[in-house]
């Protein structure tokens, strides 16, 4: 709850965006619980930062458990923001009861897993992983053309005390607690959900490009109108992509126009494509789609199509998999696998370590809005599950 108040909306929702102020705010805050935890704060190139318990053995690869803190705009207290603080919690919980386990122990915040401002999203996490470079992703930029290079040290500025760590450090283990985002768990009255794995996601960046011309004189035989052009090849999308395929998901995003004046024929018009399906092959044919189509209703317009992510499915693994239903069992709580249909920086950090994920309910399965709730008792069971595989990863 104290986290939800940077970047605090009327509405009760959040507005964190990666390497905003707000977001830079709730790490000077995560940093603080971190001096009462006795546990020491750093942090990567790539702007993610670890609180870090020592083990017994500090040469050890450390067991990490986290998620992210940035939220896309008007979203929810607890996309990302539960597993960050799950983690912390394990952390104070074996502080507390003077546990020192065989491996440290490091909750992580992973920078921008939304992509909400920097585009596309699960970056500090890719970037720790080695599946994008540090390079690239300083060079992105923001819709008011401000790169990630240019705020990223002022977020490192603001935690003083943090000493830097080279990228993708080997760690024995990662995971991630968060809220399901859907309503299964909840329409089943089951407390945990064991995560199978993470539907795969393909996403493109769409530009028409007409002409602007006169509202009043232009001769409509003769415009080449670029928001009539995205409108067609928005309908098509949907029609072709979604025909037949109930498991497909497609998003528009983003969509802006320009010159964006009521009396002008828009003469440039640029939105976003979200594509997701839970089968490898299916979500290639349908993103393959995504550029013939936009070639075919074009009309008068040229259009540019570029693929920015292109992520298959995920999947966790049976020993992972086990070795979380093992400890749900030992605290005597329901549970169901379950697919994740959302994304999560898990999908890169499973490309390079042992890596899991523990779902509980959220209300209405709603997120990426202010209506996201989750209930104490349940975000608490996740939180003791974590609890439990990491010890038990520490000390294996
Ligand atoms: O888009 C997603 O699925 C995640 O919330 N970033
Ligand atoms: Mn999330
Ligand atoms: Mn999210």
Known sequence: MELATHGAMPDGGVTRLALSEADIDARRLIARWAESLQAEVLADDAG????????????????????????????????????????????????????????????????????????????????????????????????????????????????PKARMRSLGVPITAFFEAHIEQGPELEAHATQIGVVTGIQGRRSFIVTVLGEAAHGGTARQSERKDALLGAVRIIGALEASVLENESDARLTIGTFSLEPNAPLVVPGCVRFSVDLRHPENATMK?????????????????????????????????EPMMQFIEAAVDRLQLSRRRIFSLAGHDSREIVKIAPTGMIFVPCKRGLSHSALEEAEPHDLAAGARVLAEVVIAACDA
């Not at 995504?290 to 009309?299: E, L, S």
């Open 48 to 159: 993610n930062c670890f609180i870090r318990y020592a083990g017994r053995d500090p040469e050890l690869p450390p067991v990490m458990a986290g998620s992210h803190i940035d939220t896309v705009p008007g979203g929810g207290k607890f996309d990302g923001a539960y597993g960050v603080v799950a983690a912390l919690e394990v952390i104070e919980a074996m502080q507390q009861a003077g546990v020192r386990p065989k491996r440290s122990v490091e909750a992580v915040i992973w920078t921008n897993e939304e992509g909400a401002r920097f585009s596309p999203g699960q970056m500090g996490a890719a970037a720790f992983a080695g599946t994008r470079s540090v390079d690239e992703i300083l060079c992105v930029k923001d819709r008011d053309g401000v790169r990630v290079r240019d705020v990223l040290p002022r977020m490192l500025a603001a935690l």
């Open 285 to 317: 044919r349908l993103g393959d789609l995504v550029p013939a189509i936009c070639a075919r209703h074009r009309g008068a317009c040229a259009v540019e199509v570029v693929e920015n992510a292109n992520a298959p499915c995920a999947y966790f693994g």
